[in-house]
């Protein structure tokens, strides 16, 4: 019986190790995902993509008709949008429809409902429930239809206005549709609107030369990666400085990107609700905007002219910019922070695409304490792997690479070599052999790990992909190993069944074995790619490649040895 299981564990181990492979696949074959998905309530008011462009100043490519011009209340006209212009594009993506009243245009009227909802879906603006219609995803569209239901206190006119974008660059605002009106009265003159409902925008000067770290500490704060660098000499510089001028202070940013550096002034070491400012690459010019980042998502651009003196600089793939703000801005510049108190600072980067801000390529580099943005010249530090994180790298790795392999190797070699002596009846391999020690330091380890990366995200990661998953697995895994050695009976049981049941018991203490073996390499070579740990890549996975196979290859000859296939030492 113990030689089939012997076999079946053999079995299941090469099962164990096509499934490894298959998980690797799936997971180097993950895709990246999208988030058009036209939830822009946001924009409800002014009907202001927040893309932090200026809306197109060209004729609107669409039309917008109503099928019918007189109105009573309850009825329901059907609202056309529709590409008309036969050059450029022949498509739209997103799309925002309203319907107001044509003698207070900030006033919405009626409501909304689908004939197309895979295309389109209702937005409750200002509490009203339907009140507009916004796409659903950005696929290619040509036409949309809706059904707008008129109200029973419905003004004498109402005029339907649309925003269209055809891409994060190209953009109509708040165009006019069709005004219907009730029986009788004759519709108001149409309201037209110009391109100048978009973000403001400055114009910016060219940098003559490279930004230096000449006067760090001393007359100008700087926060730099690598610690101590001069972007004038070094084009792998991250850097910031800034410094005060009066009632405003003056910033400087510069670093190696593909779409943009960005900086943020934050009231913790957590990402949300920071002011922030990025300097987008676009082709062979700079675009430098302020934003504000609610939480772990896309920054929605400030449509308000905050910054002076812009500047902007581009050389061997570096983006260098520099600009003013005042350091109290009027109370109307919501989300903007006053630069008269004390902040934590991150510096980003990553890619750009029309203009929108990918997630950073790298783990944010984040000043050690907060800083006084206006107070005396620093030179401050920071870290782009938070302490807590390197703690749950360095527990699962020593858990993982050191205690549990020399368990299980003095575990399933080296029993013979020892004494046949009991001491508190346990064999002595088992206690004094430290098989008993290394794994119980082995699942302290691994628990006092798992808790790390919660204290430091404040709950579940829901960037971290399947790591984390199999994380949880691997810890059930550990804590169930020890639960089945400590209900299994002693070798040279004699009662009924005790030989059957040491038997399962030891098969259910190898699968588990296996199973978490195999889900703990997945889960390992995942980890150490997570930015949070900021390892040095590829050198990191050839050293971790290099422990996998090293007990591999010693399972394998110790394996050997023990089948007498190869008499080692005689």
């Not at 750009?352 to 010249?377: M, N």
């Not at 190797?409 to 088992?430: C, T």
């Not at 006092?448 to 204290?455: I, Q, Y």
């Not at 150490?528 to 996998?548: C, D, E, K, N, R």
């Amino acid at each position: 019986m113990i030689n089939g299981f012997a076999i079946n564990i053999d079995s299941f181990q090469v099962l164990m190790k096509m499934w490894i492979v298959l998980l690797l696949l799936s997971v180097f074959s993950e895709t990246v995902i999208c988030y058009s998905h036209g939830k822009v309530e946001v924009a409800c008011g002014d009907m202001t993509p927040q893309h932090g462009h200026d809306p197109s100043t060209k004729n609107p490519p669409f039309n917008i008709i109503a099928d019918k011009s007189q109105l009573s209340p309850g009825d329901e006209i059907k609202v056309t949008l529709s590409m008309a212009s036969s050059e450029g594009k022949h498509y739209f993506k997103g799309f925002l429809i309203e319907a107001r009243n044509a003698g207070n245009l900030s006033e919405k009227v009626g409501s909304f409902k689908l004939i197309s909802p895979g295309i389109s879906q209702l937005l409750t603006c200002d509490s009203k429930e339907g009140s507009a219609v916004s796409h659903t995803d950005k696929s290619q569209k040509t036409e949309v239809q809706v059904i707008w239901v008129a109200p029973s206190n419905s003004p004498s006119s109402v005029q339907f206005l649309v925003t269209v974008a055809q891409g994060y660059k190209e953009y109509w605002v708040k165009s006019p549709g069709p005004v219907v009106s009730q029986n009788g009265v004759a519709p108001p003159p149409q309201t037209t609107f110009g391109g100048s409902i978009g973000a403001q925008t400055t114009t910016s000067s060219i940098l003559s030369r490279s930004f230096t770290s000449e006067g760090c500490g001393s007359k100008k704060s700087c926060l730099r990666d690598p610690d101590g660098c001069d972007p004038q000499n070094d084009i792998a510089c991250h850097f910031l400085s800034f410094r005060a001028l009066g009632s405003s202070v003056m910033f400087e940013l510069s670093g190696p990107a593909e779409g943009y550096v960005s900086f943020a002034i934050s009231q913790d070491k957590w990402m949300g609700k920071d002011d922030v400012y990025l300097c987008f690459r676009d082709a062979d010019r700079v675009e430098i905007k302020a934003a504000y980042v609610s939480g772990r998502t896309h920054p929605e651009y400030s449509s308000q002219n905050i910054l002076k003196d812009t500047a902007w600089r581009l050389s061997d793939g570096v983006i260098q910019c520099s600009f003013r703000r005042d350091i109290i801005l009027p109370p109307e510049n919501l989300n903007r922070f006053s630069l008269d108190q004390m902040y934590y600072l991150f510096m980003a980067h990553g890619r750009a695409e029309d203009g929108r801000a990918h997630r950073h390529d790298r783990q944010p580099l984040i000043s050690t304490y907060q800083t006084a943005i206006t107070g005396p010249p620093e030179d401050l530090t920071g870290s782009r792997s938070p302490l807590l994180m390197k703690y749950h790298g360095a527990f699962m790795l020593i858990a993982w690479t050191s205690t549990v392999s020399a368990g299980v190797i003095m575990a399933r070699y080296f029993k013979p070599d020892w004494p046949e002596r009991n001491i508190l009846g346990q064999k002595v391999w088992f206690q004094v052999g430290l098989h008993q020690m290394l794994m119980v330091l082995t699942v302290l380890l691994t628990l006092v790990g798992f808790v790390l990366p919660f204290m430091y995200r404040g709950g579940w990661s829901k960037r971290a992909g399947i790591h984390p998953y199999l994380g949880c697995v691997v810890v059930a895994l550990a804590v169930i190993q020890p639960v089945i050695a400590l209900f299994r009976p002693a070798p040279d049981a004699s009662s009924s069944g005790g030989p059957e049941v040491l038997a399962v018991c030891v098969i259910k203490h190898c699968h588990n074995q296996a199973v978490c073996f195999h889900d703990l390499v997945v889960t390992i070579f995942l980890g150490i790619h997570q930015q949070a740990l900021f390892l040095p890549a590829p050198w990191s996975t050839g050293v971790l490649a290099a422990i996998v196979v090293w007990f591999v290859l010693a399972d394998l000859v110790l394996e050997v040895h023990r089948r007498g296939f190869l008499p080692i030492g005689q």
